[in-house]
């Protein structure tokens, strides 16, 4: 036996004599935590252990454990993260949260929700709608993922434009820091400036300043009404001046989708209706409120987008509209199944160069000869631009590879971000120091060894270290 195996022996050893064998992954079973949704770019770690903890006590314990012992935590939460964040990369414990699943309070007369961390968003969800409220965030795979590694990621989604991503919705949070110490910023209050704002900080750290146990979310009343509008354009030129004119008019929908030519290609036959071979591009939009309201700003949504439109519609039927949901679920599938893969980026520019975005990855297929496609929250700037790929060819994921990395500085030169709402994860480590200048990256460094002087949560995901 090697000496590798040895030492992952005596972990998982240590860990069921402290946990019980029911909290602790072994052999095959700690295949699906060793990678996340970047798998189909073959990335997988390797872990010396698999934890389970099901109360906080543990998870401090399970801290302290490591922390004493310099063994890496990586924390994870439902595995749907597009940046290799909850990947052991190297080795270490992973911590997942899927037993942390309690709803510990919730209080609809008072709009809100105490949640352990493994609760998913999908039941957050249903159980504010169930109660006559609301909770906008809609990060995709909510019967998945989670809502402590929605925090961890600030996780935004279609309803981002109109509400905010996650951060907009939490008051308060828990979570366990080195040597196994509890902290919480925030509560059921909505309003608190005692001290720093580390809640927002933790918002977003990808488990890289210590692991996220529990928080205290936000509710609104859900709306009266909602209506959704699709309109079809001929370039991506006249959707995007239409997209223009909807911010130009002040409106404010629910959301403000795009779909660009390969994306609309890729998905033609499946979208609700069908679509005639002149719509190249498509804006989808839901506005919401009462039922006054909901009409006005969709009134107002159809006259922005009218112009150069080859068509225009509009449903308030929910099952028109569950239709559309289904549609705008699948188009990262339709989009993977025409080559058999994809390689995908969420970087983000100001609106005003949304055009030239998409323009640029239109540039790039030609230079690197692969197919592109694009789509995503117009409002935000946010664009999943994608180079579609045969999975099986070695060369094709290296040209992707490339592509990518003109993809981000050309966003960058955009006075954009390389991610909007995935994180750095491990991914695009790369990035740190391409998105930050050398202030910048000083102090983000800094934060990071002040609160893990040892790099042991989530090491090499977010940052680069000075010695890495």
Same mark, same amino acid.
């Given at each position: 036996?090697?000496?590798?195996?040895?030492?992952?022996?005596?972990?998982?050893?240590?860990?069921?004599?402290?946990?019980?064998?029911?909290?602790?992954?072994?052999?095959?079973?700690?295949?699906?935590?060793?990678?996340?949704?970047?798998? +189909?770019?073959?990335?997988?770690?390797?872990?010396?252990?698999?934890?389970?903890?099901?109360?906080?006590?543990?998870?401090?314990?399970?801290?302290?454990?490591?922390?004493?012992?310099?063994?890496?935590?990586?924390?994870?939460?439902?595995?749907?993260?597009?940046?290799?964040?909850?990947?052991?990369?190297?080795?270490?414990?992973?911590?997942?949260?899927?037993?942390?699943?309690?709803?510990?309070?919730?209080?609809?007369?008072?709009?809100? +929700?105490?949640?352990?961390?493994?609760?998913?968003?999908?039941?957050?969800?249903?159980?504010?709608?169930?109660?006559?409220?609301?909770?906008?965030?809609?990060?995709?795979?909510?019967?998945?993922?989670?809502?402590?590694?929605?925090?961890?990621?600030?996780?935004?989604?279609?309803?981002?434009?109109?509400?905010?991503?996650?951060?907009?919705?939490?008051?308060?949070?828990?979570?366990?820091?080195?040597?196994?110490?509890?902290?919480?910023?925030?509560?059921?209050?909505?309003?608190?400036?005692?001290?720093?704002?580390?809640?927002?900080?933790?918002?977003?750290?990808?488990?890289?300043?210590?692991?996220?146990?529990?928080?205290?979310?936000?509710?609104?009343?859900?709306?009266?009404?909602?209506?959704?509008?699709?309109?079809?354009?001929?370039?991506?030129?006249?959707?995007?001046?239409?997209?223009?004119?909807?911010?130009?008019?002040?409106?404010?929908?629910?959301?403000?989708?795009?779909?660009?030519?390969?994306?609309?290609?890729?998905?033609?036959?499946?979208?609700?209706?069908?679509?005639?071979?002149?719509?190249?591009?498509?804006?989808?939009?839901?506005?919401?409120?009462?039922?006054?309201?909901?009409?006005?700003?969709?009134?107002?949504?159809?006259?922005?987008?009218?112009?150069?439109?080859?068509?225009?519609?509009?449903?308030?039927?929910?099952?028109?509209?569950?239709?559309?949901?289904?549609?705008?679920?699948?188009?990262?599938?339709?989009?993977?199944?025409?080559?058999?893969?994809? +390689?995908?980026?969420?970087?983000?520019?100001?609106?005003?160069?949304?055009?030239?975005?998409?323009?640029?990855?239109?540039?790039?297929?030609?230079?690197?000869?692969?197919?592109?496609?694009?789509?995503?929250?117009?409002?935000?700037?946010?664009?999943?631009?994608?180079?579609?790929?045969?999975?099986?060819?070695?060369?094709?994921?290296?040209?992707?590879?490339?592509?990518?990395?003109?993809?981000?500085?050309?966003?960058?030169?955009?006075?954009?971000?390389?991610?909007?709402?995935?994180?750095?994860?491990?991914?695009?480590?790369?990035?740190?120091?391409?998105?930050?200048?050398?202030?910048?990256?000083?102090?983000?460094?800094?934060?990071?060894?002040?609160?893990?002087?040892?790099?042991?949560?989530?090491?090499?995901?977010?940052?680069?270290?000075?010695?890495?």
């Amino acid at each position: 036996m090697s000496n590798r195996g040895s030492v992952e022996n005596n972990i998982e050893r240590d860990l069921i004599a402290l946990f019980g064998e029911e909290a602790v992954k072994l052999g095959l079973e700690k295949l699906p935590y060793l990678h996340d949704s970047t798998e +189909m770019q073959g990335l997988s770690g390797r872990a010396d252990a698999v934890v389970l903890p099901e109360a906080l006590d543990q998870i401090c314990q399970l801290v302290a454990w490591c922390y004493s012992r310099g063994v890496p935590i990586i924390p994870r939460g439902g595995g749907t993260g597009f940046a290799g964040g909850a990947v052991p990369i190297d080795g270490g414990v992973v911590c997942s949260l899927e037993r942390l699943n309690r709803i510990l309070d919730f209080s609809p007369e008072f709009w809100r +929700m105490q949640v352990e961390a493994g609760v998913t968003t999908g039941r957050v969800q249903r159980v504010a709608r169930e109660n006559g409220l609301y909770y906008p965030p809609d990060p995709g795979a909510a019967e998945l993922s989670q809502i402590g590694g929605n925090l961890a990621c600030n996780a935004g989604g279609p309803h981002s434009f109109k509400y905010g991503t996650t951060a907009s919705w939490v008051t308060g949070i828990q979570m366990v820091i080195r040597a196994g110490d509890v902290v919480t910023f925030g509560g059921p209050v909505r309003k608190d400036v005692a001290g720093y704002d580390l809640r927002s900080l933790f918002i977003g750290s990808e488990g890289t300043l210590g692991i996220i146990t529990g928080a205290w979310l936000r509710l609104i009343p859900a709306p009266e009404a909602s209506h959704t509008v699709i309109a079809g354009y001929r370039d991506f030129r006249s959707g995007v001046a239409g997209l223009g004119r909807v911010l130009a008019y002040g409106l404010t929908p629910a959301t403000l989708e795009y779909f660009d030519e390969g994306c609309v290609g890729a998905t033609r036959r499946a979208f609700p209706g069908g679509l005639s071979d002149d719509v190249n591009f498509l804006v989808l939009s839901e506005t919401d409120g009462s039922a006054g309201e909901a009409d006005r700003i969709s009134d107002q949504l159809m006259d922005a987008l009218k112009q150069d439109a080859v068509f225009l519609s509009r449903t308030h039927d929910p099952r028109a509209t569950a239709a559309l949901t289904r549609w705008r679920s699948g188009v990262s599938f339709a989009v993977s199944a025409q080559r058999g893969g994809k +390689m995908s980026e969420d970087i983000v520019v100001p609106f005003d160069k949304l055009a030239a975005a998409i323009q640029m990855l239109g540039d790039l297929e030609a230079q690197f000869h692969l197919p592109s496609c694009s789509w995503g929250h117009a409002g935000d700037g946010n664009l999943h631009a994608t180079f579609m790929v045969d999975a099986a060819s070695p060369e094709e994921i290296t040209r992707a590879e490339l592509a990518t990395e003109a993809l981000f500085a050309r966003a960058l030169e955009m006075h954009g971000s390389v991610s909007g709402e995935h994180g750095l994860g491990w991914v695009k480590r790369s990035q740190f120091h391409r998105q930050f200048g050398p202030a910048e990256a000083s102090l983000l460094t800094g934060i990071k060894l002040l609160f893990d002087p040892d790099n042991i949560f989530n090491p090499g995901k977010k940052v680069i270290l000075p010695h890495e």
